[in-house]
């Protein structure tokens, strides 16, 4: 099989900075493409910022014999959004892939959190995505090519103690996705998720330094770089890190028809039936639930 290249094409890396963006970065560029490092060079609680991080990052693709910008942009700013489509565009006249992988941490119990504390999140993770993806999905329609990585994570797929605010934020990237690889297939724009574990500054506090060790965010990229490739698959959630690579899957049991007047109390008794796993599916869009109640319900 051939390596995956990305002569010609255009990527775009939000909060490419350090961590495991920087590491995509440098990827994509040595894969062939023309990369736009993104970052507003901020603490890991969003505050502050400067373009020195994304500058560093460009320097570095360059001396590697790449080709490079820097954008200093904050993603959940309007007017910084549409100056980078538009500077990207001026540049290099096309964009054919958008990693959303900025983010940022304001972890605390629920008990203690500041609704501040929940929204700012949301707005960094999910409007962070939306923006720069409603400012190019024109773009990517016009050049009927596209591919478009957002960066969920275990918190949202499963949960993590001290962060309701994150899980939300990242399992609603889930949900954008699985409507825009719907939306975006006829134009030949996959939307695909990855779910990374990686050492970075976000997970410095929370791990020893001997599991860290095993984590570095390079080996996240491949999955990355895949989901973002002419081959990619259309709404797939990949899990990676350690050099693991696994697809999560939303799946929905068989269930049990308990008839149209069912009480409470049915449920309650057929709930081994209601949870039995045999025969669980992942539909590919939300008509498929529909369609079984109905083929269940004898329609
Ligand atoms: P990081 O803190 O090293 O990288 C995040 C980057 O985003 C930083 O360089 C930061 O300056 C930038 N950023 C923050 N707000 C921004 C904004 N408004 N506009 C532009 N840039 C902004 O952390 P890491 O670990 O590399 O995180 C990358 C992504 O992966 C995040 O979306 C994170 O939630 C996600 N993730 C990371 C995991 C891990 O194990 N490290 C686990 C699951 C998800």
Redesign the pocket.
Do not use: C, E, F, Q
């Given at each position: 099989m051939s390596n995956i290249r990305f002569d010609g094409q255009v990527v775009i890396v939000?909060?490419?900075?350090?961590?495991?963006?920087r590491s995509h970065a440098l990827e994509f560029a040595r894969r062939g493409a023309k990369v736009v490092v993104?970052?507003?060079?901020?603490t890991?609680d969003?505050s502050g910022?400067s373009s020195a991080?994304a500058d560093a990052v460009v320097a570095e693709i360059i001396a590697a014999g790449g080709e490079a910008i820097a954008d200093g942009?904050?993603?959940?700013d309007d007017k910084g959004v549409a100056a980078l489509i538009k500077r990207t565009m001026d540049k290099w006249g096309r964009i054919d892939v958008l990693v959303a992988?900025?983010?940022?941490?304001r972890d605390k119990s629920f008990a203690k959190m500041e609704l501040s504390d929940f929204s700012v999140v949301v707005d960094?993770?999910l409007m962070?995505a939306v923006k720069p993806i409603k400012a190019l999905w024109e773009i990517m329609r016009a050049q009927n090519y596209g591919r478009i990585v957002v960066?969920?994570?275990?918190?949202g797929l499963y949960g993590n103690f001290g962060q309701a605010n994150?899980g939300a934020a990242?399992l609603s990237l889930v949900g954008l996705m699985n409507t825009l690889k719907i939306e975006g297939a006829k134009n030949n724009i996959h939307v695909n998720a990855i779910?990374?574990?990686?050492?970075?500054?976000?997970?410095d506090a929370l791990m020893p330094p001997e599991m860290l060790a095993k984590?570095a965010?390079e080996h996240v990229t491949p999955g990355v770089v895949y989901l973002a490739s002419q081959e990619a698959p259309n709404g797939a959630i990949l899990t990676a890190?350690a050099g693991v690579f696994a697809l999560a899957q939303i799946v929905e049991t068989e269930g049990a028809y308990l008839g149209a007047g069912a009480q409470a109390e049915a449920v309650r008794d057929q709930w081994a039936q209601i949870t039995d796993p045999a025969g669980a599916e992942a539909y590919p869009a939300g008509a498929g639930q529909t369609q079984k109640f109905l083929r269940k319900s004898g329609f």
């Open positions: 939000t909060g490419a900075g350090g961590g495991l963006g993104n970052d507003l060079g901020g890991l969003g910022g991080a942009a904050s993603v959940t992988n900025a983010g940022i941490l960094v993770h962070g960066t969920t994570s275990s918190t994150y990242k779910s990374p574990v990686a050492a970075t500054r976000m997970t984590l965010p890190g």
